[in-house]
């Protein structure tokens, strides 16, 4: 919803500058963004991950004025009804801890709310999991991940979520023939696969990075070609 008169009777009394979203899951809106110039009756659209406002009335008359905001990365919202205790949609999934029914929702987008700690790499899109049921104890999320987006082995992908502090470590399993991670947590909001920065260097037997080997073997064989050429020049000395 993109701005509104926010007043009584007519003409109304006052305006909203406010962008604002509506969460069927939550029931709840939230602001996501706001206008240099509060009205009402504009029009607005998206192109290229941009919002464009244009014209509407705040008493003074119409107005010729164009807007515009970047809207952070694009988001695919879906959502289900459910009355069992598992609930699926979007690619994502919760199972609850008893029946129970409700709405859950999923946004799918390619921003998070804060960066990943350190040390860690997060791999494919946000999913900021809701629900409207009521539930009590532990959930297990479960969302999915591309293969493509992955650089190390995909057995050792860790599940964070977003506590509204801080990322947390959530992780339980990991399918890889599905290409799915799941996490237990009490509670809902964005979560994103991620795992170790810097992972994909190959190793082999217990662990030792292969670039190693190569240097230390190309090593070897200069030691040798030098060994092979002092040898040489003392045979023609003698």
Known sequence: MIGG????????????SY???YNPATDS???KGSMATP??????GVVNDVLHVIGGDNNVGVLNVNESA?????????QTSFSSNQATVGGAGITFPASTSGIMAVSVGSTGPSAAPGGVGFRGEYYDVSTSALYAGNLTVTIPYSESAIIGPEANLRLYHWNGVAWQDVTTSVDTNA???????????PFVVGEASGTGASTIGFGINTNILMALALMSVLVGI?????????AENK
């Open 70 to 78: 970047y809207l952070q990365g694009g988001t695919i919202d879906a």
């Open 179 to 189: 290409n799915t991670i799941s996490g237990l947590t009490s509670s809902l909001s």
């Open 39 to 44: 009205r009402y009756a504009m029009m607005g």
């Open 5 to 16: 008169a926010t007043g009584t009777g007519l003409p109304p009394a006052s305006f909203s």
């Open 29 to 31: 809106w939230s602001i």
């Open 226 to 234: 030098g060994l092979l050429r002092e040898r040489y020049v003392l």
């Open 19 to 21: 962008v604002q979203e």
